[in-house]
């Protein structure tokens, strides 16, 4: 059921959302948060789709907001608030509420929205594109647990990575770093069957991937180790190889959806990592709505200490990059070399708990 509002307030469009659950027969829905959509008219409908359908997961009030500032000096002077209201088959498990914002009104959203949100209910906020430089600080922001952002659809989004690094606040995410959950995951789960010393890692994908910059920055963190990063044709994140003792332990997706994990000592195998779409990032994300502190230590760790190798290639044999690692890596005392010791260890504990906290994909 959809029901078009012109010119309205945010009192109608309450009592519209109420007049709908009873013509479609659901008067009392459980709906468990209210995510917020900033977005534009070119972005609103991939963004209320991938919305809709993490919202089987997620029964949500799903608000889009869509500024329309107006571009003559009478229409940027003017106000206007137009709804669309989805509720029943049209807004799957939850509702969802179109917000046009005309005129000066697109200046005061949390005006706008406030009233609309769940009572007692968690808020996430996300912007599918032209993310604000301090997240927290924006007005919407502020009324949300949860702040989503993608440094991929940023026009520099290794800038953009460094701007979220210096405005980080609990409960900010990004969907570059969700992207590489199922890599940390895997590489946590290989280092658990292998317990070596590590002593260098390189990270490969194409060029402007900000998932591919999180995750070498995530295993130097977490490994102490110099972690290099290569270029290579993509899509998205292609390899890593982590150099230990024993060899090279390689995690190689050269097409997008099946990537293969070479150990030492153990027979290679295929394991599915396929690239996931915005709703699985998004449906991700809503499944924890606390502060996620691994991505916190990952964005802060500082782009300028990634060592920067030449073009890599996807599906380079691991034994073809074991050269190359031990010859880049540093000579080490006994103190460093302890340290690295436990390298694997820490990935298992301290990575088990990041690749089960992480999040989602775009490009990665």
């Known amino acids: 059921m959809k029901i078009d509002l012109t010119d309205t307030t945010s009192s109608k469009i309450n009592q519209a959302l109420v007049e709908g659950r009873r013509a479609s027969g659901t008067p009392a829905v459980g709906m468990v948060l209210t995510l917020v959509i900033v977005t534009d008219e070119g972005n609103a409908y991939d963004a209320l789709k991938a919305a809709g359908e993490a919202s089987r997961e997620h029964p949500s009030r799903i608000l889009a907001v869509i500024k329309r500032p107006g571009r003559s000096p009478r229409d940027r002077a003017t106000s206007r608030l137009d709804a669309e209201v989805r509720v029943g088959s049209d807004a799957g498990t939850g509702e969802t509420v179109l917000l046009r914002l005309h005129g000066e009104l697109a200046h005061h959203d949390a005006s706008v929205v406030l009233p609309l949100l769940l009572p007692d209910a968690p808020v996430v906020v996300w912007w599918p594109e032209d993310a604000p ?29 460094k701007a979220r690094a210096a405005a980080y606040s609990p409960g900010d995410t990004d969907l570059a770093w969700t992207r590489t959950t199922p890599w940390r995951s895997m590489l946590a789960a290989a280092l658990d069957q292998k317990h070596s010393r590590i002593t260098s ?10 998932s591919t910059e999180l995750l070498g920055m995530w295993l130097a963190d977490r490994l102490g180790v110099p972690v290099e990063r290569r270029v290579t044709d993509g899509p998205g994140l292609t390899a890593v ?25 153990q027979p290679d195998r295929h394991v599915a990592l396929k690239r996931r779409e915005t709703a699985e990032l998004i449906a991700e994300e809503l499944r924890r709505l606390d502060p996620d502190d691994i991505y916190k230590s990952a964005v802060q760790f500082g782009l300028e200490k990634l060592t920067h190798g030449g073009t890599g290639k996807a599906g380079t044999p691991a034994t073809e990059s074991q050269p ?32 089960g906290g992480g999040q989602g994909e775009r490009s990665s």
Do not use: F, W
Not at 331 to 351: H, Y
């Open 241 to 265: 190889r982590l150099s230990t003792a024993d060899g090279v332990i390689c995690l190689d997706r050269a097409d997008g959806a099946l990537a293969e994990l070479a150990m030492p000592g």
């Open 201 to 210: 890692a390189v990270v490969e994908g194409e060029p402007y991937n900000p």
């Open 324 to 355: 190359a690692a031990q010859e880049s890596t540093p000579k080490e005392d006994g103190t460093k070399e302890t340290g690295s010791r436990r390298s694997a260890g820490k990935m298992s504990a301290k990575a088990g708990a990041a690749a």
């Open 133 to 161: 430089d301090r997240p927290a600080e924006h007005p919407l922001g502020k009324l949300a647990q949860r702040r989503i952002t993608d440094a991929a659809a940023a026009e520099d989004p290794l800038a953009a990575l």
